[in-house]
Every structure is written in C-alpha cells, then in structure tokens.
C-alpha cells in the first residue's frame, strides 16, 4: 500500500545533523509522489545511550527494529568517549550481521558541476558501484589474544570466507553489471600475498564469471587497483570486494568525486527475511560535528537507495536528480566542496527542488 514504517537511528556526531535533512527529503518526496512513512525513531546505536545504560543497544533492540521495513541510519562513534571497537561492534556491526545484510552497495558518481580532484575528468567518466561483502571476510569474531600485557602476548583475527558468503555477494555483483551498460565487473583481490582466502576468492569469481557470459570481468590485487582508482576511473562499472577492501575502496571512490560526504550505502539483505540498512558511507566526524556543516548529500543520497529498495524508484530516481540540481550551484554546496553552504542550507534546497 506505499505506506512504510521505517526505523530512524541517527548515532553520533554529524548523524545527528544529517539524519533530519534526509527526513526533510523523505517527507518532500512522499508528498509529491504519494508514498506515506511513518518514522520511528530509537536513541540506541550511539555513544550517548552507551554512557548511560553501559551497552550500545537494549537487549530487545532485533523486536524493536526487526519488523520495520528499513532502517535509516546516521553514524556511530565518538572515540574520545567510548573505544571505537565497542561502540561499532555494539550496534553497526551487529545489525549487518544479525540482520544477514551480506551486500554493501556503494555508489560513486562524479555530479554534473562538482569540480574533481582528479585532472580532466567529467561526469560518465566516474560512475560505477563498489559491492562490499558486509558480513564476514576480514571481519570476522574468530581471534583473540593470549599471554596479555606479557613479552609473549600474541593477538590473532582469522579472515573468515566461506563458500556461501563468498558466491552470494558475487552473484549480486554479476547480476547488477549485468543490467547496467557496461556490463563490466571489476574483481579487488590480493592472491599473490594473501595465499589462502584471496586465490579462493579469485576461483569463486572464475566459477561465478562462467555463469554470466554477457559480462566482461577482470581482476587487480588491491594495491594497483587503488592506483587504477584515482589513474583511471572510467575503467570501472561494478567492482566486487571483500568487507576490508570494499571499505577502503569505497572512501577512494568518492574522494576521487570531490568528498566522501556525498557518498551514500545500502546495507541489504536481499532475501527480506530481514530490514536493510541505509546509512552514508562516512562517519560521525567528531572534527566537524556541532558546527553545522556537515554535507547532507550521502544520508540523502541513502535515502534514495532506500526508497530503490522499497520499490519506489520514481522517487529514489527524484532524489538523485534533485542532489544534482543542487550540488551543480557552487554556493549550495557544503564546505567539504569548497562552498559556503551549512548543511540545513543544502539539505532545504534539495528538498525544494523535489517540489
Ligand atoms: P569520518 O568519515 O567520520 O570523517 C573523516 C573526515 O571526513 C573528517 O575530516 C570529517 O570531517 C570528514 N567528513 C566525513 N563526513 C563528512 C560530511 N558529511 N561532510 C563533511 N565532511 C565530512 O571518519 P573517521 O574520522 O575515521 O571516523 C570518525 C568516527 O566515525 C569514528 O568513531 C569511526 O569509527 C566512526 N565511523 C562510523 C561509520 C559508520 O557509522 N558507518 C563510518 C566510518 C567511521
Ligand atoms: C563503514 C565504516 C565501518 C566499516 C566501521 C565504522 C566499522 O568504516 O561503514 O564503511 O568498516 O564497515
Ligand atoms: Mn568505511
């Protein structure tokens, strides 16, 4: 019935700044084109509730937010006051792997007007996908440390791959180049020095690649890869990586469009059985946060690929156009691109020209 119950978590730091601008975009957007939200909002997931109640989340947070239909997420941290680790694996880590989010899909977008850091390049010259592995790889529980605090101490974390893991984020991956024109898939790997998991991955793909004929594929290890990222970003259309490399892939990408404030993530779990998540790459940015102006675009922009996932693409498509329209006038943009603008600024002015 076009009607969604979304969960609102804005975290902290700039979360809290951006978060109400992409509500001001969703409420544009259902006006004009008739799909209803209702928000609920949870104060859980930040650094603020864990300095009250010692844990990140309520133990009931999977019955609080497990039967909306998405979640809409700011930022977590606030490393002065609570350890990164304990305050990312309490909440964010926790929902992409309870919530089986496997796929961490990135997009990055040179916008028409937005000057690039790289020399020569035009929009349609970078313009593809980062699919992330979101739920195991590098980042995995199977570790530890033994002898602590002794000349003997050792500390281990087990990259942890397996089959299913692996082939369910290289299907999504083959299947969306598959749509798009290109129809290229770009594979991160680093078999030569990572012996075990990495050639795993690598046959994976090979395997995977047979089953998808129509699609061009091709491999770098993660180093030149990076290179080729900020040499030749035209060279690229959908590129699959694990979770470690498709972190760092996915803060290049967009630095290599102008800022990692536009940049925008789906977190998705494309069986349904669970909500996904929707959430800008960035984080908390204790080093802007409070001063108000936080670039806007990449929770607006998640709140476009929210709306893609719901099936409102009329609306997610309005959305991209509306940033573009806005972050074409130099003085709408936000500092982080040179402008002037504070984030309510640019976030009212996407949400006008959705009217
Ligand atoms: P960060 O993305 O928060 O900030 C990196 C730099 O980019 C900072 O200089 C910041 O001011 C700038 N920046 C980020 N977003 C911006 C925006 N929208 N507009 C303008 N400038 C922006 O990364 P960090 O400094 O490594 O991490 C800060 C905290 O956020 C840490 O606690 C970290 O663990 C957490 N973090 C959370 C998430 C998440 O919730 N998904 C993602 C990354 C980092
Ligand atoms: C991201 C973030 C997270 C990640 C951190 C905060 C745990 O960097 O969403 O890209 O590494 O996945
Ligand atoms: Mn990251």
Same mark, same amino acid.
């Given at each position: ?14 979360? /809290? ?55 809409? =997420? ?72 033994? =002898? ?33 024109? /290109? /129809? ?60 470690? =490399? ?27 059985? =669970? ?15 409070? /001063? ?64």
């Amino acid at each position: 019935d076009r009607s969604y119950r979304i969960a609102v978590i804005p975290g902290d730091g700039i979360g /809290k700044e951006v978060v109400p601008e992409g509500l001001r975009v969703l409420q544009a957007v259902s006006a004009r084109y008739g799909c209803r939200f209702r928000f609920d909002d949870f104060d859980f997931a930040s650094c603020d509730y864990y300095l009250r109640h010692g844990k990140m989340m309520p133990d009931d947070w999977k019955a609080l937010i497990g039967g909306h239909d998405a979640i809409f =997420f700011g930022a977590v941290g606030w490393p002065e006051a609570v350890p990164d680790h304990v305050s990312l694996w309490g909440s964010l880590i926790q929902f992409r792997r309870e919530f089986d989010q496997y796929v961490n899909l990135r997009p990055v977008k040179l916008m028409p007007g937005v000057p690039c850091p790289l020399a020569g390049r035009k929009p349609g010259d970078i313009d593809f996908y980062v699919v992330r592995e979101n739920t195991e790889g590098e980042y995995s529980s199977i570790g530890g440390r033994i =002898f602590p605090g002794t000349e003997r101490e050792v500390v281990m974390q087990e990259t942890v791959m397996t089959r299913v893991g692996v082939d369910r984020i290289l299907k999504f991956a083959f299947e969306l180049a598959e749509r798009r024109e /290109k /129809k290229h898939l770009t594979s991160a790997t680093k078999s030569n020095g990572i012996s075990i998991t990495m050639p795993y991955w690598d046959e994976r793909v090979e395997a995977m690649a047979a089953g998808y004929p129509a699609v061009r594929w091709d491999k770098y290890h993660i180093d030149i890869l990076a290179a080729h990222f900020v040499q030749h970003p035209d060279w690229f259309d959908v590129v699959v990586a694990s979770n470690l =490399f498709g972190d760092i892939l996915s803060d290049l990408g967009p630095a290599c469009t102008g800022t990692i404030g536009i940049a925008p993530a789906g977190n998705i779990n494309p069986d349904r059985k =669970f909500p996904s998540l929707f959430e800008p790459v960035h984080g908390s940015a204790p080093d802007i946060a409070g /001063k108000g102006i936080a670039n806007p675009v990449g929770q607006i922009w998640s709140a476009a690929l929210m709306l893609d996932h719901l099936g409102e693409t009329d609306a997610a498509a309005a959305i991209v156009a509306a940033i573009e329209t806005v972050l074409a006038q130099p003085h709408l943009r936000t500092p982080d691109l040179g402008g002037p603008a504070d984030t309510v600024t640019c976030g009212r002015a996407i949400a006008d020209a959705l009217r």
